[in-house]
């Protein structure tokens, strides 16, 4: 699977070709240290400096250096494809080579910090449910008046949980419509792009 780098990342990553490696290297280890801890301003104009270009240049530098590896780590893409995906930029091979082992050397801790800063949602464990009618009451002899109470036991953290849901047949038949009419939506090649990016 290839990465598919916008214009805007393209943009990004051409500050890479006039530095010297040792400085993308350099930029590789900020790259991780910014998905640690956040962005850190000093750092940038400090190798600003150093390098004559102006703070927001090497931001971005290392902005695009992060989304390269970030997004090829989460994809867990192979050596073939991550160098055919930064073949496209035009590189030298010897920076393509660097990147490699940029992306070789810290894939393993970059998802381990892509897993921490996941949100921990529940998860589905199992289903009970019960359907009941009410057929008469005091004031109305004959009346057929049913509802589907659902019992929803999720998993977070290790602990389960429950959930007590209650409805009518009409509601209920609108929202399996409605999941199945998402479910079909999901097939699209749209959604299947969003989804790729997003995990």
């Known amino acids: 699977m290839l990465l598919d780098l916008s214009e805007e990342h393209k943009e990004h990553l ?24 956040g962005a850190n301003p000093k750092i940038y104009e400090g190798a600003a400096r ?57 894939r393993k801790e970059i998802r381990t910090i892509l897993s921490e800063l996941a949100p921990d949602l529940p998860s589905y464990h199992s289903l009970e449910w019960r359907l009941d009618v009410q057929l008469a009451s005091r004031s ?27 409805t009518d047949p009409a509601t209920l038949v609108r929202l399996v419509q409605q999941l199945e009419q998402a479910l079909e939506e999901m097939k699209t090649n749209h959604c299947r792009r969003v989804v790729r990016n997003v995990k």
């Not at 993308?24 to 801890?37: D, N, Q, T």
């Not at 390098?51 to 902005?63: A, F, I, K, M, R």
């Open 140 to 166: 109305l002899r004959q009346q057929i008046k049913p509802s589907v109470t659902i019992k929803l036991h999720l998993n977070q953290n290790g602990a389960h949980t429950t959930q007590v849901l209650q």
């Open 14 to 37: 051409a500050f890479l070709p006039r530095v010297d490696s040792a400085v993308v290297a350099e930029f590789g280890r900020i790259a991780v240290e910014f998905l640690r801890r």
């Open 50 to 106: 150093k390098l004559s270009v102006s703070s927001d240049t090497v931001q971005h530098g290392v902005e695009g250096l992060t989304y390269l590896l970030t997004e090829s780590s989460k994809l867990l893409i192979s050596e073939l494809d991550f160098q055919d995906s930064v073949f496209v930029l035009g590189f030298s091979e010897e920076l393509n080579k660097l990147l490699l082992q940029l992306y070789l050397d810290n």
